[in-house]
């Protein structure tokens, strides 16, 4: 492997490339369902099936566009830069065009609605997959071991600033479209923007002449997939994820639906989300220093089943408290359980990496973090799938999904506990005479 020296400068373009295409991934993930419910009158039957299909597209496209840009090598851009250019193009249009369905076709014809709907989140998954998998897999070929911390952080930073973004803009979009801008005029400028953030680190970092010998992909996931603690790791990940995917993908709907809020109200709900998540990730992440990763995210879990069965009651029942108060209680406790979920799964399948890597001396933290996206996406399919028909069920549906889904989350936490999330990496290394990680250059 040939290296070079990546300026700082550039390490951040590499980061920044990332805040754009987050942007548009959380605004998919938060507005699709509501945009297409709500604004374009498409069952939330129909929704969910279109959009599970997305996820059972983007499960093969990031594992098969790594196989492909490792087996590509363009004569003037190299290995990863053909995928990166062309993706930040084709991840734009596709997003533009799946919030514009009125100008291409009649909106009130539920059959076509569906038909673009699925094609167009089908693409947006597709080109996701087809950009982010070679821009990840070029970073060790661009950097040196040591450096990659670094360039990590970078990309955690830009990733939290986009999701932000596609938080605010998600929950804001009625107040904003009541202040004369449009769907479209919004998309296009995210689309445009997310272009604009690929192109320096494109432009600016040498691809290098010679790269990295690629393992077999298929022999190095056989070998993946004998790793007893890694499998219960995926099937309970993959439960919880059928809780979350529904959570995520419909609390616009809900909030839009159930809890009435529209306008300023919406972002204020946008705001106390975004506070409580961060807060407990710090919460969160000060407890697993004492009580370690398994205790600490099966309380922030045990908060969030306590929590779901709230939909039930809010709304459809008299309370003491008027809806939206119940609803900013709902959402808060809410957020304190999701954030336990987003703030350690990576870190679950890092110490699952290593332990692996110190038994056999051998690195394979690529596979272990892409094969898991696989399984992962076809239960989010599921659970896309199944709320539609949950949310669309007549008088109950907009409540009934708070304890349905909590099942879900009960069985997942049932099967974490067989998951080793902390490995005692001292007692392996003596066990298997390795005084210190194995070299991963």
Not at 344 to 365: K, M
Request: no cysteine.
């Amino acid at each position: 492997m040939e290296w070079f020296t990546v300026k700082r400068i550039d390490k951040i373009f590499y980061g920044l490339g990332r805040l754009g295409s987050t942007i548009l991934l959380s605004l998919v993930t938060l507005a699709t369902i509501y945009i297409y419910t709500d604004y374009y009158h498409l069952p939330a039957t129909w929704n969910g099936i279109a959009n599970g299909i997305g996820k059972v597209v983007i499960a093969f496209s990031g594992f098969i566009m790594g196989y492909i840009s490792d087996k590509t090598v363009h004569p003037k851009l190299g290995r990863r830069k053909p995928y990166v250019i062309s993706g930040s193009v084709l991840l734009s249009f596709s997003f533009i065009m799946l919030f514009v369905p009125e100008y291409f076709i009649p909106v009130g014809n539920q059959i076509l609605v569906f038909i673009y709907e699925t094609v167009f989140v089908s693409a947006f998954n597709f080109f996701y997959g087809y950009l982010l998998t070679p821009y990840q897999a070029w970073m060790p070929e661009i950097t040196e071991p040591h450096e990659r911390v670094e360039v990590s952080n970078y990309e955690n930073t830009f990733n939290l600033m986009g999701n932000i973004v596609g938080i605010v803009f998600s929950f804001g979009l009625g107040l904003f479209l009541e202040m004369g801008l449009t769907l479209a005029q919004i998309v296009i400028v995210f689309g445009i923007l997310e272009i604009i953030f690929y192109m320096p680190a494109a432009i600016r970092i040498r691809e290098p002449t010679k790269y990295i010998k690629q393992p077999n992909i298929f022999r190095e996931m056989m070998i993946a997939l004998k790793n007893r603690n890694y499998v219960i790791w995926i099937l309970a990940r993959g439960l919880m994820s059928v809780t979350f995917a529904f959570i995520t993908s419909f609390v616009l709907l809900y909030v839009s639906d159930v809890l009435h809020f529209g306008g300023i109200d919406t972002l204020y709900f946008a705001a106390v989300l975004l506070i409580i998540v961060v807060t407990f990730f710090n919460v969160w992440y000060q407890l697993s220093k004492r009580w370690k990763i398994k205790k600490t995210m099966t309380l922030s879990l045990i908060v969030l089943i306590f929590a779901l069965p709230l939909s039930w009651f809010i709304g459809r029942v008299p309370m003491p408290l008027d809806t939206k108060l119940m609803g900013y209680i709902f959402i808060a406790l809410a957020a304190v359980g999701l954030s336990g979920y987003w703030l350690f799964p990576y870190a679950i399948l890092a110490n699952i990496a290593e332990a692996d890597e110190i038994v056999t001396g051998e690195s394979r933290a690529g596979m272990y973090t892409g094969f898991d996206s696989i399984p992962l996406n076809f239960f989010q399919a599921f659970s896309l799938a199944l709320g539609g028909f949950i949310w669309d069920l007549p008088e109950i549906g907009h409540y009934i999904w708070g304890p349905f889904y909590a099942i879900f989350l009960v069985i997942g936490l049932i099967v974490f506990q067989y998951v080793e999330t902390d490995p005692d990496f001292d007692a392996l290394r003596a066990k298997y005479g390795r005084t210190t990680v194995p070299n991963q250059s």
